[in-house]
Nanobody, 123 residues
Framework: VQLQASGGGWVLAGDSLRLSCEAS????????LGWFRQAPGKEREFVSS????????YYADSVKGRFTISRDNAKNTVYLQMNSLKPEDTAVYYC?????????????????WGRGTLVTVSS
């Protein structure tokens, strides 16, 4: 099972980025999907999650109103649209597939993790 995140890069504060995470080898259309991030020297933290149908989402307070999670089950892909980026958003972003169909903010709720993509926001 592979989850591959992409779309990271170097941007200026206030810019936008769209991360994508495509699953291969199996479908996750019945699983919740989520994004986490890990900044240098810090623990991995929850960013956002979406349920299997895409009609229920949850965001960390730090990104609420700026980030939007979505999914396309036909493409086996989850997205994270990040607007109004701040230097404190700098981190490696990871996508993950939940053990169940709902969203989850706990890392323990995820069974599959992808390789991360680095987002660097400069002031």
């Amino acid at each position: 099972v592979q989850l591959q995140a992409s779309g990271g890069g170097w941007v200026l504060a206030g810019d936008s980025l769209r991360l994508s995470c495509e699953a291969s080898k199996r479908t996750f259309s019945n699983n919740g999907l989520g994004w986490f991030r890990q900044a240098p020297g810090k623990e991995r933290e929850f960013v956002s999650s979406i349920n299997w149908r895409g009609d229920s989402t949850y965001y960390a307070d730090s990104v609420k109103g700026r980030f939007t999670i979505s999914r396309d089950n036909a493409k086996n892909t989850v997205y994270l649209q990040m607007n109004s980026l701040k230097p404190e958003d700098t981190a490696v972003y990871y996508c993950a597939a939940a053990r169940g169909s709902s969203w989850s903010s706990a890392p323990s709720g995820y069974a599959y993790w992808g390789r991360g993509t680095l987002v660097t926001v400069s002031s």
